[in-house]
């Protein structure tokens, strides 16, 4: 799908050459071990970085260069996956094929390296007035999680489940490592970024492998780095507590159930999973949602999501409180019926259709073609879209029911107003 060159030790450049796209697009994507004081310093980084460099000093200057550039599109964002944190930049812009003239795309790979090589410092560190100015951004990113219910209840299980745990920390940080940042320390975190973590650079466009090649490993001069393999934690903490019920000023009850299973990422049985976790609660058809919305009317909604990394799923449900014992017992009983291979072909047949439609769906656009390679390429065998749909297809339902009875429950979490 990709063809991987290897620019220096620790950065790799994976270029898809295909005229299905009439644009180019690039990521690059950093990687280190997920702390919080990383994840703290890196956010803060990856806004000071978004809006202005040496070249445009202003964040108006540099969209107005970018939309000149036939609105082409950079960004920079954070992200985590499992015990890693990831700073990325993606660009996307016209294919000069298309235009009567051909200097765009060199004129964004020159700002790929400007965005990149070239901050905007002041006496060889970031300028404070900007850093202050981004710092208070990602607090008020943090902040918002607690105007968002759902997303508040979800935070607080695993922060139950995984106490201490890279699953617990944000991909934003936290409040109190952002405002410890200065601009000397922002400088030294963008500096072990650049030399020290892992990178991964992508180009998906109708492009000239060896061209392109050349110009991105001229224009990207990463030096060689000992990258560190990140060891996946999965110790279990002693002592998790089993039923969690906390109020805030809100109407709708979330109640949000965790469950470990042994399979993660990668494992032999990590597709059984993901066609156990589709007929469970994954989507529209499956048992939770046809059970405890549909024919209970229990919940305004109610779904099932794997964390692969972690080996943990979660059950998640919008309800009145006064009917969350009753949700609890409805859930619950899914997963006995599962457990006892209580499947029909239909869920079956169903749940595999949508796994495939939804990888075909991601690689109709080339950022979907990217994130789905750049987390499939971590297992053994090279990923295609007809290996996997060949695997789904292939899981029987003994399959789903081995699946379902390695399921343990660990915490049940609660969130309500105050009256209830």
């Not at 799923?313 to 599962?338: D, M, N, T, W």
Request: charged share 25%.
């Amino acid at each position: 799908m990709f063809l991987t060159t290897q620019l220096a030790k620790g950065v790799s450049l994976h270029i898809r050459q295909t005229a299905q796209f009439k644009t180019v697009n690039f990521s690059v994507k950093w990687r280190t071990q997920l702390t919080e004081k990383g994840a703290s310093e890196r956010t803060v980084l990856s806004n000071v970085l978004q809006h202005s460099n040496a070249r445009f000093a202003t964040s108006a200057a540099y969209r107005s260069y970018l939309d000149d550039l036939f609105g082409t599109v950079l960004y920079f964002d954070t992200t985590k996956r499992g015990e890693e944190h990831t700073v990325l930049m993606n660009a996307e812009t016209v294919n000069d094929n298309y235009l009567a003239h051909d200097s765009v795309l060199n004129e964004v790979i020159g700002l790929l390296h400007d965005a990149i090589f070239k901050p905007n410092f002041e006496h060889n560190v970031f300028i404070k007035a900007i850093v202050e100015r981004e710092k208070e951004m990602v607090i008020q990113r943090i902040q918002s999680i607690f105007d968002d219910k759902s997303r508040f209840a979800q935070k607080r299980i695993m922060e139950i489940l995984r106490p201490n745990h890279p699953a617990s920390i944000s991909a934003n940080g936290t409040i109190d490592a952002i405002k410890a940042i200065s601009p000397e320390s922002l400088t030294a975190a963008y500096e072990d970024m650049l030399n020290q973590d892992a990178i991964d650079i992508y180009v998906v466009g109708d492009i000239d492998v060896e061209q392109m090649t050349a110009k991105i490993k001229e224009a990207l001069p990463f030096i060689d780095r000992e990258v560190k393999k990140t060891e996946r934690n999965q110790e279990v903490p002693e002592n998790i507590k089993g039923y969690t019920k906390e109020t805030q000023e809100m109407k709708q009850g979330k109640l949000h159930i965790g469950y470990q299973t042994p399979v993660v990422f990668g494992d032999e049985d990590f597709h059984k999973m993901q066609i156990f976790n589709g007929i469970f609660g994954g989507y529209a058809h499956s048992k939770i949602f046809m059970n405890v919305r549909e024919r209970e009317s229990l919940a305004y909604y109610a779904s099932s999501s794997y964390a692969a990394q972690y080996g943990l799923l979660f059950v998640v449900s919008g309800i009145e409180p006064a009917k969350e014992a009753k949700a609890r017992e409805v859930i619950a009983e899914q997963l006995v019926a599962l457990q006892n291979g209580e499947i029909t072909d239909l869920e079956l047949a169903q749940t595999k259709a949508m796994l495939i439609n939804q990888l075909k769906e991601a690689l109709d656009s080339a950022r979907g073609q990217i994130e789905i390679f750049d987390q499939y390429k971590e297992l053994k065998d090279p990923f295609t879209l007809e290996k996997w749909s060949a695997r789904w297809q292939a899981v029987t339902k003994e399959d789903v029911q081995q699946m379902a009875q390695q399921m343990k429950l660990e915490a049940t979490y609660f969130l309500c107003g105050k009256e209830d």
